[in-house]
């Protein structure tokens, strides 16, 4: 299970921090990620970090502005957003994927990130 918090409502250019919170078999985990889905948008990575060496991978439009860090002995990963623009409002999603697994196999809720212009 993953758990997301952190969203909410911002003007452009500020900041915000999300965070997902890993629980139950977690020992397994290969990478983590973040996700964002808009209105009428296809489903969007966002960044990704893998859990054995760190690795990190950001997607295009939030290179320079997002940040993905962990924290592994609580399971936790965080997103930075700063210099946050209007295409950047979406519902956020927290993503696991295990060992073996083909794709991210365990998702959020999601959490709104609303920001206007």
């Known amino acids: 299970q993953v758990v997301e918090s952190g969203g909410g409502l911002v003007q452009a250019g500020e900041s915000l921090r999300l965070s997902c919170v890993a629980s139950?078999?977690?020992?397994?985990?290969?990478?983590m990620a973040w996700f964002r889905q808009a209105p009428g948008k296809e489903r969007e990575i966002v960044a990704s970090?893998?859990?054995?060496?760190?690795?990190?991978y950001y997607a295009d439009s939030v290179k320079g502005r997002f940040t993905i860090s962990r924290e592994r002995a609580k399971n936790t990963i965080h997103l930075q957003m700063n210099s946050l623009k209007p295409d950047d409002a979406a519902v956020y999603y927290c993503?696991?994927?295990?060992?073996?697994?083909?794709?991210?196999?365990?998702w959020g809720q999601g959490t709104q990130v609303t920001v206007s212009s």
């Open positions: 993503a696991l994927q295990r060992i073996g697994a083909r794709s991210y196999d365990t």
């Open positions: 139950g078999a977690t020992f397994n985990t290969y990478a």
């Open positions: 970090i893998r859990w054995p060496n760190g690795d990190r």
